[in-house]
């Protein structure tokens, strides 16, 4: 069980200069947590180094970016990327002709998700082959990491990496009712993880979210051995999920989106960065609060703890910081709403009893309750609509907020880590953006 030590100061800038390298692994999106990591690295003059984790084709095999998609990709990243594909999992892995899990599961009907059974050894199978296939193609880009980036130069490999829903069609409405449902539409989070499409879910998760970062680790050792053999720096980052420390009536307090099932695979990726950190290797598993992304938007609810960072920025930077961030805020809500009711509404949320009795760091992650759910999704529900529009969500200008500044608190730590996993809360950024190393922030 990892301990849980949330950052409490601001690092030290780490040693990073012109000529060092971040090098991306996981595609990186435009409102994605990579962003604050990359803007970060070209602050400090770094060259960034970007990864594709590829396309299917129409035929299902997985192949590079096309020229005019890397282009696209490398304007997205304002870097070049390594054009090898890195998708991982196995999903779509045909072993000694078995059907793939995908071909297995294209007639699968979600009532019967308790029921579905695999071809014996299939699973197991896939998933060895997948990891083949994305070992040899991490040797790949080893190789061409060794001959772009010099020895002396200090090295920063972040690892982006979460996913693993398998792609049939049978998922997405059960995965709707767990995470979106209420009423007759709730799904119980539990009984499905119980279930085989449960568990295919746990294996698939562990494998692109949790053990990509030990295939990174172990496919990268000539890389780190030379570079650091010649005296320089070579460390490792990748974001975690273990909930967050967000102020809550008064208090910083660590709660948890529920139900959060990934974050088996969450723990497993510390796990991982424990025993890097053990064998030497500098590691860390920052674990970041909740914001609004291309993968989070499943999660609906997983917005509402984002809410009191707006107090937190108050309390920890001060008025004259936070009244520009609140007037833009509250310039996004309806006539007659404020950032104070927001607020309120989201404290009541977050402070509720339902919540107290079910989160529990010890034996975190929970899963959901028909209660629980209704409460979280009435709840975002209801702030949602105090928004005049949409499109410009208050929550979508504190992701952003969000990303930049634990894009800067990473850099900069994992180059004295303190252990290998670390939670990156809202105090410590309302705290960043009081000091000049937040400056330009918000
Ligand atoms: N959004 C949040 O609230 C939140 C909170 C804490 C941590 N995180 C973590 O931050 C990281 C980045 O996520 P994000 O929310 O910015 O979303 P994102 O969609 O921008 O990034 C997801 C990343 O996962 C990669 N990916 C997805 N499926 C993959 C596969 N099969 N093989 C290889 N790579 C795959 C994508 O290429 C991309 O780099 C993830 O590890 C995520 O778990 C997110």
Not at 197 to 214: K, P, Y
Not at 373 to 398: F, G, I, P, T, Y
Request: glycine content about 8%.
């Amino acid at each position: 069980m990892t301990e849980y030590r949330p950052l409490q100061q601001l690092p030290d800038p780490a040693g990073y200069k012109t000529g060092d390298v971040l090098v991306l692994v996981g595609e990186l999106f435009g409102r994605g947590y990579a962003n604050g990591l990359v803007d970060e690295a070209k602050r400090a003059g770094m060259t960034v180094i970007g990864t594709t984790v590829g396309r299917r084709g129409s035929d299902g095999t997985l192949r590079p970016l096309t020229a005019e998609e890397l282009v696209e990709a490398e304007t997205v990243l304002g870097g070049q990327i390594i054009n090898i594909p890195l998708e991982a999992g196995f999903d779509m892995e045909t072993v000694d002709g078995v059907p793939s899990i995908a071909e297995q599961l294209k007639k699968a009907r979600p009532d019967d998700f308790a029921t579905i059974s695999f071809i014996e050894g299939s699973i197991e199978k896939a998933c060895a082959a997948g990891s083949t296939r994305f070992r040899s193609r991490l040797a790949q880009l080893e190789a061409e990491l060794l001959t772009r980036i010099p020895a002396d130069a200090n090295i920063h490999l972040a690892h982006s990496m979460a996913g693993g829903i398998p792609r049939a069609r049978v998922f997405m409405p059960l995965l709707n009712r767990i995470f979106k449902g209420t009423g007759d539409k709730f799904l119980s989070s539990e009984i499905f993880w119980n279930s085989p499409l449960g568990q295919l879910c746990n294996t698939s998760f562990n494998e692109v979210t949790a053990d990509t970062f030990r295939y990174l680790i172990e496919g990268t050792a000539t890389l780190r051995a030379r570079n650091t053999g010649a005296g320089s720096k070579v460390c490792y980052s990748a974001y975690g999920y273990h909930g967050t420390g967000v102020l809550i009536n008064g208090h910083y307090s660590w709660q948890s989106y529920t139900p959060y099932v990934q974050g088996f695979a969450k723990m497993r990726l510390e796990d991982i960065a424990s025993e890097a950190v053990a064998a030497g290797v500098h590691a860390t598993v920052y674990n970041c609060p909740e914001i609004q992304t291309n993968s989070s938007a499943l999660f609906l609810g997983v917005e509402i703890s984002l809410y009191p960072l707006l107090h937190a920025i108050r309390r920890e930077a001060g008025e004259q910081i936070s009244a520009p961030l609140e007037a833009r805020c509250q310039a996004m809500l309806n006539d007659g709403e404020t950032i104070g009711s927001l607020l309120d509404r989201a404290d009541h949320y977050l402070s509720s009893p339902i919540l107290k009795q079910i989160v529990d760091f010890s034996t975190w992650p929970q899963h959901n309750s028909r209660e629980q759910a209704e409460l979280m999704l009435n709840s975002s529900a209801e702030l949602m609509e105090k928004h005049r529009d949409q499109k410009q969500l208050v929550c979508a200008e504190l992701s952003r907020i969000v990303f930049l500044a634990t894009g800067r608190l990473m850099l900069h730590s994992s180059w004295n880590t303190v252990s290998p996993a670390i939670w990156l809360n809202h105090d410590i950024i309302g705290r960043l953006l009081a000091d000049e190393r937040g400056a330009g922030i918000i």
